[in-house]
């Protein structure tokens, strides 16, 4: 997690925010425990060219099978809440209230989006993120079931190429991410396709 941080105390506005995401800031927590939340600008971003996202031949059978019933922007409030409780890979989150309360309201203003794997209307997986202008800047996901979050990726994928997005930024990369076709580039490079990302109108989620 290597790049610049620093804690940040007073109240925050959903404005604050947006602005933060368009000069190439995002927020964590150090626990989902408690209040106070930093800026993080990582050195190297990760980012999810969508000309490059691929996917193995095993998932790619499984999303033909529809195991899920996809849906958008249903159940925001509780993806996100799913996405801060601890599970086996990670016993603790960086998803505290201050966020979830920043993204819920981010939500209802248009600039933050769920996607959602539903099973027998049970809320099986999902993950959910910000747009600005035609970048979408992916937060968290989870998966109750097999496949679930990796579907719902998929799935996002497909919506951002449909509604013209140019930028997924995944903020850091992971092995899991890097199956998908994740990359890291340099800060200075990131900035420059973070601009011309979010100096378009709003694209339609």
Same mark, same amino acid.
């Given at each position: 997690?290597?790049?610049?941080?620093?804690?940040?105390?007073?109240?925050?506005?959903?404005?604050?925010?947006?602005?933060?995401?368009?000069?190439?800031?995002?927020?964590?927590?150090?626990?989902?425990?408690?209040?106070?939340?930093?800026?993080?600008?990582?050195?190297? /971003?990760?980012?999810?060219?969508? *000309?490059?996202?691929?996917?193995?031949?095993? #998932?790619?059978?499984?999303?033909?099978? /529809?195991?899920?019933?996809?849906?958008?922007?249903?159940?925001?409030?509780?993806?996100?809440? $799913?996405?801060?409780?601890?599970?086996? *890979?990670?016993?603790?989150?960086?998803?505290? !209230?201050?966020?979830?309360?920043? $993204?819920?309201? @981010?939500?209802?203003?248009?600039?933050?989006?769920?996607?959602?794997?539903?099973? *027998?209307?049970?809320?099986?997986?999902?993950?959910?993120?910000?747009? @600005?202008?035609?970048?979408? &800047?992916?937060?968290?996901?989870?998966?109750?079931? !097999?496949?679930?979050? +990796?579907?719902?990726?998929?799935?996002?994928?497909?919506? @951002?190429?449909?509604?013209?997005?140019?930028?997924?930024?995944?903020?850091?990369?992971?092995?899991? #991410? +890097?199956?998908?076709?994740?990359?890291?580039?340099? +800060? *200075?490079? $990131?900035?420059? @396709?973070? +601009?011309?990302?979010?100096?378009?109108?709003?694209?339609? &989620?």
């Amino acid at each position: 997690m290597a790049g610049r941080r620093g804690r940040y105390y007073p109240a925050i506005t959903p404005d604050i925010l947006l602005r933060a995401y368009s000069i190439g800031l995002f927020p964590m927590a150090e626990s989902s425990d408690v209040p106070e939340i930093f800026w993080v600008e990582p050195e190297m /971003r990760g980012i999810l060219p969508l *000309d490059g996202f691929h996917i193995s031949k095993s #998932l790619a059978k499984t999303v033909r099978k /529809r195991p899920f019933d996809i849906r958008f922007d249903t159940a925001f409030e509780r993806v996100i809440a $799913y996405c801060a409780e601890p599970a086996e *890979d990670r016993p603790s989150t960086w998803i505290n !209230t201050t966020i979830r309360k920043l $993204y819920t309201e @981010l939500h209802r203003m248009g600039h933050a989006h769920s996607v959602e794997a539903w099973e *027998d209307e049970e809320l099986v997986g999902g993950l959910y993120g910000v747009s @600005l202008g035609s970048a979408f &800047f992916g937060e968290s996901m989870f998966s109750r079931r !097999t496949n679930a979050s +990796k579907i719902c990726l998929v799935h996002l994928v497909e919506r @951002l190429r449909a509604k013209g997005f140019t930028l997924l930024d995944t903020q850091f990369t992971t092995e899991h #991410l +890097k199956t998908f076709g994740a990359i890291d580039i340099p +800060k *200075d490079e $990131y900035l420059k @396709l973070l +601009k011309k990302a979010v100096d378009v109108p709003d694209k339609e &989620f």
